[in-house]
């Protein structure tokens, strides 16, 4: 059913980028073998950051927070689409002070993640929140290239990295939630 929607939409998106829209670029694994492989460990198809409006994403940010000057509108409840970390990195230093959330310093972490994740997706649940989706495989890394071999990045280096963003996001940065969900990390601040 993926395979027949994707076939079918990529018409449409093709047509979206003559006119500054995206490009949905699409990349097999290495092999069948490995192509079971995945399916059989819970990895899907990483959806890749798109490009996005800077401006339109900042003032969505800047109205979800109620940080527009004489604003008199918030929600408690966004999240942006994925983005790739240097989309991200200037939306979450918008919020420059929410409790223990500090947007300065946390920006500056997830920009050290570059070129190691999938994508960062921020808003609010409340409070701030921020989603970090870390790939199956080193195609998946928001700065790959195709020149890169694709290989499946294994269980041990992920734990690895998943214990380097809990000491920063948790111990340095004081969130009080931090979760994972297969390769998909929450992390929230109260």
Known sequence: MLRYCVA???PMLG?????GGYVLESKAPPSA????????SGARDSVLPL?????????????????????????????????RTSQAVPLISLVKQYNEFDGERVSAAVEKLRGRVSGIEFGREGSPVLYIELPY??????EATTAETDAKIPEAENDKFVAELRQVFVDELKADEFSVNRRRIRVWWD
Do not use: Y
């Open 137 to 142: 495989w080193t195609h998946q890394r928001e």
């Open 15 to 19: 047509a979206c980028s003559d006119g």
């Open 8 to 10: 079918f939409l990529l």
């Open 33 to 40: 073998a490995a192509a079971s492989a995945a399916s059989s």
């Open 51 to 83: 490009e996005v409006d800077q401006q339109v994403a900042e003032t969505f940010v800047r109205i979800g927070f109620g940080l527009n000057k004489g604003q008199r509108f918030q929600s408690m409840e966004f999240l942006t689409p994925r983005l």
